[in-house]
């Protein structure tokens, strides 16, 4: 099966952009996604991305998309504590209903 | 606006016993649905998904099933709960569309098997 690859932590300091960088497998993934996870909640859609696209911007978010290299990347500006949580990486899957997760990374904003 | 209710947020069973976990969704009609599970390690696995009344796909085989009585509720079950079925059970619903709508998911259950 394909595998979304994700590094498992970042830490950084409130005020500092993070990106949380993401590879996939799937060529034929029409979208990609980011879900952010707090602790003992679901997952919570941030943004998602069309494949044809290689940035999309949504306020403090910023998604980028390499194609060619199969990467994605989620750019957090003036990142917060609140921003503290597990981000996952999801793509569509080849059956065409499953979303094919990361392990997530555990992000650690410090005061 | 669409919402997404499971319940209840935590269980705890012994053994052998029976499990029903229960997802509702509102503000949308013929949703796709699916059950999720979130071990230890984090990764999400597909467990079931729904396409419509009646209709379940089994991803994995496992000692649990799924059940669609009605448009806009998913059941998960177990007649008798194993060790290993302990986790984080998530369920998520998306627009009747193949492969083009994102996933909005609920608060999620948390199974401990003792």
């Known amino acids: 099966g394909e595998d979304v690859e994700q590094s498992l932590f970042l830490s950084v300091r409130e005020g500092d952009s993070s990106v949380i960088n993401c590879t996939y497998t799937d060529s034929s993934s029409t979208y990609l996604y980011w879900y952010k996870q707090e602790p003992g909640a679901g997952l919570q859609l941030l943004t998602y991305?069309?494949?044809?696209?290689d940035m999309k911007q949504d306020q403090r978010l910023t998604v980028l998309l390499n194609k060619k290299d199969k990467h994605l990347s989620l750019r957090i500006a003036d990142t917060q504590t609140g921003d503290s949580a597990i981000y996952f990486c999801a793509e569509d899957s080849n059956s065409g209903y499953a979303l094919n997760f990361g392990k997530g990374t555990s992000l650690l904003v410090t005061p | 606006s669409q919402t997404i209710h499971q319940w209840p947020a935590t269980l705890v069973q012994p053994v052998g016993s029976p499990l029903s976990l229960e997802c509702t969704v509102e503000g949308t009609s013929n949703p796709n649905l699916y059950w999720y599970r979130q071990a230890a390690g984090r990764g999400l696995q597909l467990l079931f998904y729904?396409?419509?009344?009646?209709?379940i796909s089994s991803e994995v085989p496992q000692n649990l099933s799924a059940s669609r009585p009605q448009d806009r509720q998913f059941i998960l079950s177990s007649k008798k709960l194993l060790l290993s079925d302990s986790g984080f059970y998530l369920c998520?619903?998306?627009?009747?569309?193949?492969?083009?709508?994102?996933?909005?998911f609920g608060d999620g259950t948390r199974l401990s098997i003792l």
């Open positions: 998520a619903w998306s627009g009747d569309s193949l492969g083009d709508q994102p996933q909005h």
């Open positions: 991305i069309f494949s044809n696209m």
């Open positions: 729904s396409v419509g009344i009646g209709q």
